[in-house]
Nanobody
Framework: QVQLVESGGGLVQAGGSLRLSCAAS????????MGWFRQSPGKEREFVAAISRGSALIYLADSVKGRFTISRDNAKNTVYLQMNNLKPEDTAEYYCAAASRRGTTYSPDYDYWGQGAPVTVSS
């Protein structure tokens, strides 16, 4: 059974930082593209970041470039999202996802999803 478990969410003031982690089990982690998506109330789920199997390719949404970074540790079956200089508009539920398709940022391509981690940024 595949499980993706996010952690590290919480409440932070604008300008602050958070680091999300996603621990994967039940799959061969190193062959999956890993991604982060987010969804705010009343909005569609949107792409945030993705990283290829060997970390050679990284994709970031324009809205987070220069502030967020994505990384992975295949030995630990874990992907991270470092979020710096957070803004109130970053407030959302953040989801980790795994895709067998290489280098995709398209949510329907993702095969497995975590339960989500809430991030709230106060102004």
């Amino acid at each position: 059974q595949v499980q993706l478990v996010e952690s590290g969410g919480g409440l932070v003031q604008a300008g602050g930082s958070l680091r999300l982690s996603c621990a994967a089990s039940g799959l061969t982690f190193s062959v999956y593209t890993m991604g982060w998506f987010r969804q705010s109330p009343g909005k569609e789920r949107e792409f945030v970041a993705a990283i290829s199997r060997g970390s050679a390719l990284i994709y970031l949404a324009d809205s987070v470039k220069g502030r967020f970074t994505i990384s992975r540790d295949n030995a630990k079956n874990t992907v991270y999202l470092q979020m710096n200089n957070l803004k109130p508009e970053d407030t959302a539920e953040y989801y980790c996802a795994a895709a067998s398709r290489r280098g995709t940022t398209y949510s329907p391509d993702y095969d497995y999803w975590g339960q989500g981690a809430p991030v709230t940024v106060s102004s």
